[in-house]
């Protein structure tokens, strides 16, 4: 049983620049959660998907953007990056949405210049 | 004042000793708690998994939530040098999860 995927595992990008970030949950899942985890911090909650809509949103710009298929994978986009999108960033998935039991995949480490 | 707080430590303890971490919490609507162990590079895992007052052990895990002081905590006994870890707990608000800062702990062989 597969668990949660996310691709790309690492990458660099330079300010100003677009990222796709993409996640397939686990196996019967499905709530996907994406954080974002910065150096020696915990996630901080980016927002949450739920039959292919933004169910709950945290204290992000309107920078970062995503979207649900049909099969529950998800993606998470960031425009216009900057210094401070540099992190790891993690997605979580579930199921049914009144649960704390998250399955983290392994993230997405973006490195921005 | 955040909604959660966590020691980040680093806390170093010697392999054997019992570990106690613990986060405070201030929004009583707060639901359910949880602690996740993050291995470094890796993505967290889930340990623990409460709703109510009181403790709830697993193996060598005991978590207790205490509701009435905004309190909780996760013992580890019989600590080994792979309980090395990140600690973060979270808890649940209007399907929100939010995790503390996390507590980064070191089991000395």
């Known amino acids: 049983d597969a668990g949660v995927t996310q691709s790309p595992t690492h990458l660099i990008k330079t300010r100003g620049q677009q990222v796709t970030l993409r996640c397939s949950p686990k196996s019967g899942h499905d709530t996907v959660s994406w954080y974002q985890q910065a150096l020696g911090q915990g996630p901080q909650f980016i927002f949450q998907?739920?039959?292919?809509?933004?169910?709950q949103r945290g204290n992000f710009p309107d920078r970062f953007s995503g979207h649900q298929f049909p099969n529950y994978s998800s993606e998470l986009n960031v425009n216009a990056l900057l210094l401070g999108d540099s992190a790891l960033y993690l997605c979580a998935s579930s199921s049914g949405v009144d649960t704390g039991e998250l399955f983290f995949g392994e993230g997405s480490r973006l490195t921005v210049l | 004042q955040k909604e959660v707080e966590q020691d980040p430590g680093p806390l170093s303890v010697p392999e054997g000793a019992i570990v106690s971490l613990n986060c405070t919490y201030s929004n009583s609507a707060f639901q359910y708690f949880m602690w996740y162990r993050q291995y470094s590079r890796k993505g967290p895992e889930l340990l623990m998994y409460t709703y109510s007052s009181g403790n709830k052990e697993d193996g060598r895990f005991t978590a207790q939530v205490d509701k009435s002081s905004k309190y909780i905590s996760l013992f580890i006994r019989d600590s080994q040098p792979s309980d090395s870890a990140t600690y973060l707990c979270?808890?649940?608000?209007?399907?929100?999860?939010?995790f503390g800062k996390g507590t980064r702990l070191h089991i000395l062989p």
């Open positions: 979270a808890m649940n608000r209007d399907d929100k999860i939010i």
């Open positions: 998907y739920y039959e292919e809509e933004e169910r």
